[in-house]
């Protein structure tokens, strides 16, 4: 507001140099009397591109929009979110009922849960090709049925990319990019990039893309979609939290710096590349030996490690299933013993308390599974630790060889678990209560007392310390895996520290080998440089060219007397234990009722169908026995059970489907 209405390039961190409004008023005066001294023709004037001057899109309240874009989110949801849980707890509850618990039920569950990976997988091509097609570099109208298409189509591939985190590192997660349309080398390494339509993405042999990189062939502008090109030439490197925007062109051997954007079709800042240094000679030596490694450690992947994290994630749908079984006997003790004097009491509350079994059972177990596997099988992951080809690998001996494997797949599959959607989703109802710090702890993390956590996202837990009243922002990732410098395929494990009632605000990322000194503040998206020390009591925010920028220190001295009085009682009253208790309580419990909502939808559902049945047939339910071993049975009403089933299903999915639109709607009324 005050670059507009003075016409000052003010900038962007002003609010932390001048953190009062008298400070800031004194600065705005400064800069608007050192503009009115400037010569006439010296005058500032705001730069217009005339390309973008003029707003060239549709309306975005066209009923066609409207339309699309409410049905779209409704089909997204149900199709991505809904779908894939649905077919695994169909396929466990058919099995169950057909079977029982028998010793093949956690093999059975395995191939279900990769089967839904494929499913997701393959579904998400076919729409992409039926709905969108190939996309073409252009510029087409906002709201349009170009852009339509395409942002349907990019709602499907982000829920998809989520879904398909177990993939990462793996030549799957490339083949699957090729299906969507995106030239990728078989040689090039990528953890999780999320690609925005592919068919303009070509990534050439060598290149490596590190966690959390973005590489968007599209941007809204002046009414307009934009969509252009995007080259990424051999053996580029696109380190953590990077993005390359549309039109990006990368030299062979650059390197895009951490939480950078690249120089693309609207330019951008200098300073984002670095070229990368050529290998020596022992290097290259050993560089014929890391490409053997590393195809073998993707058949590993494929082979073992992919079934692996299949079988971890069936498990907690047989520990609901169990949940549920064990919920269902003690609702008919309590009718036995007497707690339940009605006939149905006891079936209506394990009906209406199924939900609340299905939601935090499943996350419990999850949790649990992640955990026991962390302690069981993964062991530490310690500061020092290499992961990667050993040491002289053209001459080092089998033990050392297959030691080496052995880290980099059990890093590799713990860091499947704990950046899948699923854990992520689970911890979700924990964010700043204690159980998430002690969660943290038994992942192998040093956490103190009254850490207000969000979930942070980190792999190697046994190299992070947190102290003390330390405030997390939402969506903050530690890095402690740093690349060797003389070989850049073997990677070492560095230390975080947080020292006492340091802050990392909302979407910080922290290399390997920080330091945050005591009661010293990271701005929001922070870059927080390999091997940094940030010093005590000090505010740094941003990141350019790879680095962030120190705004000041002794941050605290220059506050007021008395908002330093009442930071002190803030404190206290956070020490009390009363307070904290009391806090994690109302927090735990406001999670418990709110995540059950969405999946009381199907309970509605089929409340309203057994009404319906209920007033047509004179009958409480169907005979599901009779329903399943004679369909064509005749029926009072004068139909058939097998017709009258399937319009109870018609029934009970536009049921469901209503009432879960009224759910998603809810938030927006």
């Not at 925005?196 to 973005?214: K, M, N, Q, S, Y």
């Not at 995007?230 to 710096?257: F, K, M, W």
């Not at 004179?618 to 026995?625: I, K, R």
């Not at 004679?630 to 299903?649: K, L």
């Amino acid at each position: 507001m005050c670059r507009k209405k003075f016409n000052i390039d003010l900038p962007g961190t002003t609010m932390y140099t001048h953190s009062t409004v008298k400070r800031l008023a004194a600065q705005v005066d400064l800069m608007v009397a050192e503009r009115a001294a400037l010569p006439a023709g010296e005058q500032l004037v705001p730069l217009v591109n005339d390309e973008y001057a003029e707003y060239k899109g549709y309306s975005c309240t066209s009923p066609m929009a409207l339309i699309f874009q409410f049905f779209g989110v409704i089909l997204v949801d149900l199709l991505q979110d809904f779908g894939p849980q649905a077919f695994c707890y169909v396929a466990l509850g058919w099995a169950y009922y057909e079977y029982g618990i028998t010793w093949w039920m956690p093999l059975f569950m395995t191939a279900m849960s990769l089967a839904e990976l494929f499913v997701v997988a393959v579904f998400t091509v076919v729409v992409k090709w039926l709905v969108l097609g190939r996309c073409k570099k252009g510029s087409y109208p906002l709201w349009g049925l170009t852009h339509l298409r395409w942002w349907l189509v990019d709602r499907f591939m982000n829920d998809a990319f989520n879904l398909l985190g177990l993939l990462a590192e793996t030549p799957i997660l490339a083949a699957w990019y090729r299906l969507l349309g995106a030239k990728i080398s078989g040689k090039a390494r990528l953890n999780h990039p999320k690609l925005c339509t592919p068919d303009l993405v070509d990534i050439r042999a060598g290149v490596e893309a590190h966690r959390e990189v973005t590489i968007g062939c599209a941007h809204v502008y002046g009414g307009m979609l934009h969509l252009d090109h995007i080259v990424l030439g051999e053996e580029c490197e696109l380190e953590t939290g990077s993005y390359v925007t549309p039109g990006t062109n990368l030299p062979p051997r650059t390197r895009l710096l951490p939480m950078s954007t690249s120089e693309g079709r609207l330019g951008g800042l200098p300073g984002t590349t670095e070229p990368i240094a050529p290998l020596s000679a022992e290097a290259e030596k050993e560089k014929v030996f890391a490409l053997r490694f590393a195809s073998q450690q993707d058949l590993l992947r494929v082979v073992l490690g992919l079934p692996w994290m299949g079988f971890v994630f069936a498990l907690p749908y047989l520990g609901s299933l169990m949940s549920l079984k064990y919920a269902h006997q003690l609702c008919k003790i309590f009718h036995k013993e007497g707690l339940m004097s009605q006939d149905n009491s006891w079936g209506l509350f394990f009906y209406v308390f199924c939900p609340v079994i299905i939601t935090h059972a499943y996350s419990v177990f999850v949790v649990a599974v992640v955990v026991l596997q962390k302690r069981l099988l993964i062991g530490k992951l310690a500061p020092g630790l290499e992961l990667g080809p050993p040491r002289n690998c053209h001459e080092c001996t089998t033990s050392a060889w297959l030691r080496a494997h052995c880290d980099t797949m059990r890093h590799w599959m713990h860091a499947r678990c704990v950046t899948s959607r699923v854990f992520e989703h689970s911890l979700e109802p924990l964010v700043n209560s204690e159980l998430l710090s002690g969660i943290h702890r038994l992942l192998g993390a040093k956490v103190g007392r009254r850490v207000q956590s969000d979930n942070f996202k980190a792999v190697e837990h046994d190299c992070i310390t947190i102290e003390d009243f330390v405030v997390f922002g939402s969506v903050v990732t530690m890095n402690c895996d740093s690349p060797c410098p003389e070989a850049p395929w073997r990677r070492v494990l560095k230390p975080i520290v947080l020292q006492r009632a340091s802050n990392c605000l909302d979407h910080s990322q922290l290399m390997p080998g920080v330091t945050v000194g005591e009661a010293a503040v990271l701005g929001t998206r922070t870059l927080a440089h390999q091997d940094g020390c940030f010093p005590p009591d000090s505010i740094s925010t941003g990141a350019v060219s790879g680095r962030s920028v120190l705004l000041r220190t002794e941050a605290s001295q220059s506050a007021p007397p008395k908002d330093r009085a009442e930071e002190l009682r803030v404190m206290r009253q956070l020490d009390s234990s009363f307070t904290w208790i009391s806090f994690n309580l109302a927090q735990i419990l406001s999670a418990f009722l709110a995540y059950v909502l969405p999946q009381f939808a199907w309970v509605i559902a089929t409340d309203l169908v057994f009404a319906m049945e209920a007033s047509l047939n004179d009958e409480s339910h169907l005979n599901v026995q009779h329903m399943g071993h004679a369909d064509t049975a005749p029926d009072p009403t004068g139909s058939t059970v097998g017709e009258t089933v399937s319009e109870y299903w018609m029934i009970w999915f536009a049921a469901f489907f209503a009432i879960e639109v009224g759910l998603l709607c809810w938030p927006w009324c």
